[in-house]
């Protein structure tokens, strides 16, 4: 069966430092890899995609994910954290065999000032 | 292009009441989830449709349930509502994957229904 592990219920890191957030997922077929942010009392927002090709992708605010195949890990990253950065961030994997889409627990990053 | 609506965004309940939520989706998007977020449990997936026909099903109860109309537009219904319903309701629109270049199938959400069972 399909599945995303967020293994870090919270990631704390100063204002300035890099981020990262994990993910690892497990599928049958090939997947296609989200991730998501969500502000308090906001639905979640589309950050970025892996669908196939270069392994590190880009997306909005900054932020980049480098996707692993050989270790089935999707980690989300940032060179230099800011504080609006601070929110819930999850992990989505779409397996293209049945459409199904399952997202990760989430992670809730906090950066310090 | 104007984003994912739900209403209500606040919703009341007491237990055994029945409500209903609605979604319009992004124009052009024939595809629409839900799903029940709380912090206990994180994001669960209710049910996703499509082109009016249920094309992907949660491990919820029959006491939910959902339809998509044929402007796209969903509703999802919960009859005898209880306590452990009290949740922030998502919907989320997108293209099938591959409907559009490069598209995988991304879901863009709107802000959700808070529904409150008392």
């Known amino acids: 069966a399909q599945s995303v592990a967020q293994p870090e219920d919270q990631v704390n890191v100063a204002e300035g430092n890099p981020l990262t957030v994990k993910c690892t997922y497990s599928?049958?077929?090939?997947?296609?890899l989200f991730w998501y942010v969500q502000y308090p009392n906001r639905g979640l927002q589309f950050l970025l995609k892996y669908i196939t090709g270069d392994n590190l992708v880009k997306g909005s605010y900054g932020f980049e994910a480098e996707f692993n195949k050989s270790q089935t890990s999707f980690h989300l990253k940032k060179p230099s954290a800011l504080v609006s950065d601070s929110a819930l961030y999850f992990c989505a994997v779409r397996d293209n065999r049945d459409d199904k889409i399952i997202f990760g627990k989430g992670t809730r990053l906090h950066i310090l000032p | 292009k104007a984003g994912v609506t739900q209403t209500p965004r606040y919703l009341i309940k007491t237990r055994g009441q029945q409500v209903t939520l609605s979604c319009s989706p992004i124009s052009g998007h024939r595809s629409v989830s839900w799903y029940q977020q709380t912090p206990g449990q994180g994001l669960q997936f209710l049910f996703e449709?499509?082109?009016?026909?249920?094309?992907n099903k949660g491990n919820f109860p029959g006491r939910f349930s959902g339809r998509q109309f044929s402007n796209s537009r969903s509703e999802m219904n919960v009859s005898t509502l209880e306590l452990g319903d009290s949740a922030l309701y998502l919907c989320?629109?997108?293209?099938?994957?591959?409907?559009?270049?490069?598209?995988?199938?991304?879901?863009?959400f709107g802000p959700g229904t808070r529904l409150t069972v008392l």
């Open positions: 989320a629109s997108s293209f099938p994957p591959g409907a559009t270049s490069g598209g995988a199938g991304e879901q863009f």
């Open positions: 599928v049958s077929g090939n997947p296609y």
């Open positions: 449709y499509f082109s009016e026909t249920q094309r």
